[in-house]
């Protein structure tokens, strides 16, 4: 794709360059969640100014792992079907993306393998496999969860680390994080509606008059806004609706991964114990994470804690004992009062639009959440579990009771 199709994209605008007085459609914030929701206004015809601090993905977006990891299959609810329903999704919507772009974006359902390292786990994993017979199924396709007494993928993960079994599901997938956001910036790239401004900030919303004021000191009016700029979004969304400056509706966690250069097979599957996530990629490069840390001092260092994760990995996968590392990252993502995604409006407020929390699942669920977005945008009730709503993390935080 020539860059020439919308320079305005492909390049960024300094924030000198003259901005409009009023758009459509305000988007802050350009990781996974606000370039799906640019992607979707694109697609509805929807004039859109989406003004990003730094670059495309440039936050939390930009880390390593992108593992797609489904819910367990027990206790079904409508939180695990929308994820259930999203994951499926997301083959095609990729697809029809890089059938556009010519890119890819490095997704694979490669499935996952999860060791059981105790006795107590097995029955447990049986009734799962159970519960994904029921509940994992699509139309005509059905994903499964199979326990057996020896890893799906012979030479893989050291047969010690499950001493109860091994489980491998079907459903789950990964993608590459930074290559997701390469694809879905040249989608937008030959956009006629979206215009990106790169390197500028939206420091404050009024939810009443629908305006923002920007670093570079201009102001926009718009129809809506839909607040996408990850832990940022927090504050912006309490202060635009003139909640109690003492309220919390989220706060970022740091995360700390490692990109490891092992020429592992993309076809291997993703492994996953007790939080950690052993990722290969197209490239034979295998992602490692990833930390989930309240309380940090450098929230882009990366300390012990990764390396602990890294001699871990190396014990379950012994193919990664040696590999060289070509990358350690850290940074923030964002978590909301409910710890679910916040997404929608609040009553009285119906021109400010949640697009955020995503935590751990935002790229498996940020096309389906952006779709929920655009819906609120267009003046209908967000097709969402209720645990997702915006109104429900404030309900969370103003009675205190944030799940943090």
């Given at each position: 794709m020539a860059k020439a199709d919308n320079p305005a994209?492909?390049?960024?605008?300094?924030?000198?360059?003259?901005?409009?007085?009023?758009?459509?459609?305000?988007?802050?914030?350009?990781?996974?969640?606000?370039?799906?929701?640019?992607?979707?206004?694109?697609?509805?015809?929807?004039?859109?100014?989406?003004?990003?601090?730094?670059?495309?993905?440039?936050g939390a977006s930009g880390g390593l792992l992108g593992a797609l990891m489904p819910h367990m299959p027990d206790r079904w609810s409508d939180k695990k079907q929308f994820q259930f329903?999203?994951?499926?999704?997301?083959?095609?919507?990729?697809?029809?993306?890089?059938?556009?772009?010519?890119?890819?974006?490095?997704?694979?359902?490669?499935?996952?393998?999860?060791?059981?390292?105790?006795?107590?786990?097995?029955?447990?994993?049986?009734?799962?496999e159970r519960d994904a017979q029921e509940n994992w199924v699509s139309g005509e396709r059905r994903f499964h969860w199979h326990v057996g007494d020896s890893p799906?993928?012979?030479?893989?993960?050291?047969?010690?680390?499950?001493?109860?079994?091994f489980v491998f599901d079907t459903l789950a997938a990964r993608v590459a994080p930074r290559a997701m956001i390469a694809l879905l910036s040249a989608f937008l790239g030959k956009a006629r509606h979206v215009?990106?401004?790169?390197?500028?900030?939206?420091?404050?919303?009024?939810?009443?008059?629908?305006?923002?004021?920007?670093?570079?000191?201009?102001?926009?009016v718009f129809g809506h806004a839909v607040i996408a700029n990850g832990h940022r979004s927090f504050p912006l969304?309490?202060?635009a609706l003139g909640l109690d400056t003492g309220l919390v509706l989220g706060q970022p966690v740091k995360g700390q991964a490692a990109l490891l250069d092992a020429a592992v097979d993309p076809a291997m599957p993703v492994?996953?114990?007790?939080?950690?996530?052993?990722?290969?990629?197209?490239?034979?490069?295998?992602?490692?994470?990833?930390?989930?840390?309240?309380?940090?001092?450098?929230?882009?260092?990366?300390?012990?804690?990764?390396?602990?994760?890294?001699?871990?990995?190396?014990?379950?996968?012994?193919?990664?004992?040696?590999?060289?590392?070509?990358?350690?990252?850290?940074?923030?993502?964002?978590?909301a009062a409910g710890r679910d995604p916040m997404v929608g409006t609040v009553a009285g407020h119906p021109k400010l639009v949640a697009l955020t929390g995503g935590f751990k699942v935002s790229f498996g669920l940020a096309?389906?959440?952006?779709?929920?977005?655009?819906?609120?945008?267009?003046?209908?009730?967000?097709?969402?579990?209720?645990?997702?709503?915006?109104?429900?993390?404030?309900?969370?935080?103003m009675a205190g009771i944030g799940k943090f």
């Open positions: 994209f492909e390049q960024g605008q300094s924030p000198r360059t003259p901005l409009p007085a009023s758009v459509p459609l305000l988007i802050v914030g350009g990781g996974i969640m606000g370039l799906w929701a640019a992607v979707k206004a694109e697609r509805l015809g929807i004039d859109t100014l989406l003004v990003e601090a730094d670059h495309p993905g440039g329903a999203a994951l499926v999704a997301l083959e095609k919507e990729i697809a029809g993306l890089e059938a556009e772009t010519g890119l890819s974006a490095g997704y694979r359902r490669s499935g996952r393998i999860i060791p059981l390292p105790k006795p107590h786990l097995r029955p447990i994993a049986e009734r799962h799906a993928v012979a030479g893989w993960v050291d047969g010690a680390a499950g001493a109860a079994g215009r990106l401004i790169k390197g500028c900030r939206v420091l404050s919303l009024d939810a009443e008059t629908g305006r923002a004021a920007l670093s570079s000191g201009d102001e926009v969304i309490r202060d492994v996953f114990l007790n939080g950690l996530y052993i990722v290969p990629h197209e490239d034979g490069t295998v992602a490692i994470g990833s930390t989930s840390e309240d309380c940090f001092s450098g929230p882009f260092d990366t300390d012990e804690k990764l390396e602990k994760l890294l001699a871990d990995a190396a014990a379950i996968v012994p193919w990664l004992g040696g590999a060289p590392v070509l990358e350690r990252w850290a940074g923030l993502r964002p978590k096309h389906s959440l952006a779709d929920a977005a655009l819906q609120a945008v267009c003046g209908k009730a967000p097709d969402v579990p209720r645990s997702f709503q915006l109104q429900e993390h404030v309900n969370i935080a």
